[in-house]
């Protein structure tokens, strides 16, 4: 039985309710407000009576409920009472916990058009770790986050503290990424008024960002290279850095004097900063030289440095160091000095991308004891973390770091991904949801440490950091069932379970060849058909809840599952259409090559690739018109549709020249058969050997002598 709430309902805060509890309320009413149509009006008020919602934490003045959390981040919700005129309730047993309390029971209610309906309900529960939220990469890299205005950062971090995160690690400048910039001269430098006026414009959002997340109940760090200064300062002054990098060497003292330039201009801008999230390498350190290898006694040196700056203006800051790139001696280096020194401005170390470096070593050797090269327990995934664990002090914290992000060239990649989607997604270049890889790769990492963080360069994995965010709140939760409850609550009930479908199956077949795919999706459920490839299901998923609800398309979050989706089908179809017109061609070919005047022939089989070439244009405008309205309304860019070609075995490449030729010989070029033999037959067959001649490698085997006057493989005459 469901209680029902009318548009009568009130939201009641207590006289003393925090500025969290305040966004808590406002989130509530414009998911109402949104979903529904209704707009809840919130009161002041210490009684909660018939038609009400309670939201609070102990001591604020708001009304006391049936259950109530015992622990500063339980969260408390009941709904009982009159059914027709319900009371419920989300308390939290601090701030840090009232956006989750709110988001869970806005999640736990059937909200539709005209209808609010919730479960009687009374139950109490808190978090399995203390840290949870994740890095917002905001550099040129990212998708997204460089690119959003005010107001998507506001809704970014405030779902995800509806979702359960306390913490939230900003990029808010890696000098590195600003090309043509000097922003902290005197006076500024930039090359052009244009990027003068988006640093600005960027820098004047991230300024705002520290105040936004205490509101919101979380903590706010920054991640910031230990040893990067702007390019322009590598430029003007080559000595400060090896090899023109913008990674400073530290043994160069104008160097050193720009890094601390550079930092107190930024942390002094700062309103607040709880963490400063300083990483050992990846990115930092200075390859390739000699003053500055090993790395890890300089970046302990750094961090020293860096925090007492931060604390400043900061006191109350804390340092995450990690050990990224760091070797098994380095490794052990800054944990030996935890241990003897246990200085008291670092609170947690992280284990993140290349952290796993400091496992590879002679396990038999002083340099080796955090080796894993022989060790028969964990594996390559949990096993590092599990290492790091039990060497590390027990007064800091773990933190996971992990790359929620890409697909390639990474900690986590797809393994069994197409190379042509490889090619198309590159590393994060096209959405990638991963919930069940991420709930696995969670399960096997998360033991060992206090929570987590995870990696990202922008929304192309929205579904991956709220697989992260749910089950570092209770890892219990598969991968299925937070997908389940995202799509229900970002997509509507009305296609809920269609939308979780879809996202489950995008998920396979990333992982799997696209050439000849079939199976995969069969297990699902019932809302996928067992039957047809499953790419061609995916099509039939969208087009289904596109039917129930057309609004979808005014959704970022569906324009991006179906951007996905979209590329998919035109990626199989393409690979598809590849292997007929690798036989079509070589059997047309055949009929005109020998020739004297080849042209008839040739301009019908240029005709016939142009058809067959615009069987998938409808579809690659239906690609870009997603793309397009999904960069206007939210800033993704899915640069991967740029990749998009019309064949993936060379053929547009034959096309062209194909053109060329024809061209060639009505203007009186190539006179002789032998020069139009080849200037046809010569694209034609690079075209057939691009996909086979790409796995050429090095030999293991000589060739069987077939014949005692040859040496090597076997020709034809």
């Not at 598969?478 to 979780?500: C, D, K, Q």
Request: net charge negative.
């Amino acid at each position: 039985m469901l209680w029902e709430f009318g548009p009568g309902t009130r939201i009641i805060v207590g006289a003393g309710a925090a500025r969290p509890t305040a966004r808590a309320a406002t989130y509530l009413q414009s998911q109402v407000e949104r979903r529904c149509g209704w707009r809840w009006e919130m009161v002041t008020g210490r009684e909660a009576g018939p038609g009400t919602i309670v939201l609070g934490v102990p001591g604020d003045g708001s009304p006391f409920g049936p259950v109530i959390p015992a622990h500063p981040e339980e969260i408390a919700l009941w709904c009982g009472g009159n059914p027709s005129a319900p009371t419920a309730g989300a308390l939290a047993g601090g701030p840090s916990a009232i956006l989750a309390a709110a988001g869970k029971l806005a999640r736990m209610m059937d909200l539709r058009p005209g209808h609010a309906r919730l479960p009687r309900l009374s139950r109490r529960e808190r978090p399995a770790f203390p840290v949870r939220g994740h890095t917002l990469a905001n550099h040129k890299q990212s998708t997204t986050y460089d690119k959003w205005s005010w107001e998507q950062w506001e809704d970014c971090l405030t779902e995800l503290a509806a979702w359960g995160s306390n913490v939230a690690i900003v990029v808010p400048l890696h000098p590195a990424r600003w090309r043509g910039s000097l922003p902290f001269d005197d006076p500024p430098w930039f090359d052009s008024p244009a990027r003068e006026a988006e640093f600005a414009r960027q820098m004047e959002i991230q300024l705002r960002l520290p105040d936004l997340c205490h509101d919101l109940g979380m903590r706010y760090g920054i991640w910031i290279p230990s040893n990067d200064v702007f390019p322009e300062e590598a430029v003007r002054h080559p000595e400060v850095s090896r090899y023109g990098r913008s990674y400073v060497c530290l043994a160069v003292p104008e160097a050193r004097a720009r890094l601390r330039a550079i930092r107190e201009r930024l942390l002094a801008m700062m309103p607040r900063l709880d963490v400063l999230f300083i990483p050992s390498k990846d990115n930092g350190g200075c390859p390739g030289c000699e003053h500055c290898t090993p790395w890890a006694p300089l970046y302990r040196d750094l961090a020293q440095e860096q925090i007492a700056q931060a604390r400043r203006y900061h006191p109350a800051c804390q340092v995450w160091l990690s050990q990224q790139g760091l070797d098994a001696a380095e490794s052990q280096h800054l944990l030996d000095w935890l241990d003897r020194e246990r200085p008291d401005w670092v609170e947690a170390v992280a284990y993140g991308p290349f952290g796993e470096v400091m496992t590879f070593g002679d396990p038999d050797s002083r340099e080796g004891v955090l080796s894993l090269e022989r060790y028969p327990r964990g594996g390559p995934i949990s096993g590092p973390p599990i290492r790091l664990r039990a060497a590390l002090p027990g007064q800091y914290r773990l933190v996971l770091y992990p790359d929620e992000t890409h697909t390639f060239r990474c900690q986590y990649p797809v393994a069994g991904m197409d190379p042509v989607v490889q090619y198309v997604w590159d590393r994060e270049s096209a959405p990638s949801p991963r919930p069940r890889e991420m709930a696995r790769l969670h399960g096997m990492t998360s033991p060992a440490g206090d929570g987590s963080i995870p990696y990202s360069e922008g929304d192309t994995d929205d579904v991956n950091k709220f697989v992260w965010s749910a089950r570092d709140w209770d890892p219990a939760r598969s991968g299925e069932e937070i997908t389940a409850e995202y799509a229900r609550w970002f997509f509507g009930p009305g296609v809920g379970e269609t939308a979780a479908a879809l996202i489950l199956l995008v998920e396979e077949i990333l992982g799997a060849p696209l050439h000849g795919s079939r199976t995969i999706g069969s297990d699902i459920g019932s809302a996928v058909p067992k039957v047809g490839s499953a790419v061609n299901e995916t099509r039939a998923l969208v087009d289904a809840c596109e039917a129930r609800d057309p609004s979808l398309l005014e959704s970022w979050r569906w324009l991006s599952l179906r951007v996905a989706a979209l590329m998919l089908d035109y990626l199989q179809r393409v690979i598809a259409r590849d292997r007929q017109v690798a036989a079509e061609l070589r059997y047309r070919a055949a009929v005109w090559r020998d020739r004297p005047d080849p042209r008839a022939e040739l301009r019908e089989t240029i005709r016939h690739l142009e058809r067959r070439f615009d069987e998938t244009d409808a579809l690659l405008a239906e690609i870009v018109w997603t793309r397009d309205r999904l960069f206007a309304i939210h800033r993704l860019a899915v640069r991967g549709v740029a990749r998009l070609q019309h064949s993936y075995m060379k053929f547009d490449v034959l096309l062209d020249r194909w053109k060329r030729t024809l061209a060639r010989i009505e203007a009186g070029e190539l006179p002789t058969f032998p020069e139009r033999y080849e200037a046809l037959i010569a694209p034609l067959r690079e075209a057939e050997d691009s996909v086979r001649m790409a796995v050429e490698g090095v030999p293991l085997v000589e060739h069987v002598r077939e014949f005692a006057w040859e040496t090597g493989a076997t020709t034809w005459d």
